[in-house]
């Protein structure tokens, strides 16, 4: 019996990947934004349609992160505060907020599942549920406030 061969990972995914990283990294030894950029870009040199996303991604929940994400994941994230909850999931959830904010051609299907895909990779085992419970109920807001 053959393993099922390893699947192509997409532009976007590797680029939340890589937003993700690099979000943490910026939170964790609060550094500058751009130069944890610059080094990641330095260790994995991205494809330029990856990193443009990349550095879109992180500058944009940095941008808004204060003012509408983090609002959002405490409106949103029943029982649970900032604080409390994982470095990783905070991340993903401002990154899946802010892809469902500012890039309204991408499904919110696809987002939600991308959100999720990465809590089981990157977290908990109790963080793809979460990730999950809290982006469905966001989405709607968001999107349907638009």
């Given amino acids: 019996m053959n393993p099922d061969p390893p699947r192509e990972v997409?532009?976007?995914?590797?680029?939340?990947?890589?937003?993700?990283r690099a979000l943490y990294q910026i939170e964790v030894g609060q550094r500058e934004a751009q130069q944890v950029?610059?080094?990641?870009?330095?260790v994995a040199p991205l494809e330029p349609g990856i990193a443009h996303y990349m550095r879109e991604?992180?500058?944009?929940?940095?941008?808004?992160?204060?003012?509408?994400?983090?609002?959002?994941?405490?409106?949103?994230?029943?029982?649970?505060?900032?604080?409390?909850?994982?470095?990783?999931?905070?991340?993903?959830?401002?990154?899946?907020?802010y892809e469902l904010r500012y890039q309204p051609q991408i499904p919110t299907s696809v987002i939600v599942s991308e959100a999720v895909e990465l809590a089981k990779r990157?977290?908990?085992?109790?963080?793809?549920?979460f990730v999950n419970g809290v982006l469905?109920?966001?989405?709607?807001?968001?999107?349907?406030?638009?």
């Fill in 10 to 20: 997409s532009p976007r995914r590797l680029a939340r990947e890589w937003a993700l």
């Fill in 57 to 97: 991604l992180v500058n944009g929940v940095l941008t808004h992160q204060a003012t509408e994400l983090d609002p959002l994941i405490e409106q949103f994230a029943h029982g649970w505060t900032l604080d409390r909850m994982p470095i990783i999931d905070r991340n993903i959830l401002r990154i899946a907020l």
């Fill in 136 to 146: 469905r109920t966001a989405a709607r807001a968001v999107r349907e406030a638009e």
């Fill in 37 to 42: 950029i610059e080094e990641a870009l330095e």
């Fill in 122 to 129: 990157y977290s908990t085992a109790q963080s793809g549920r």
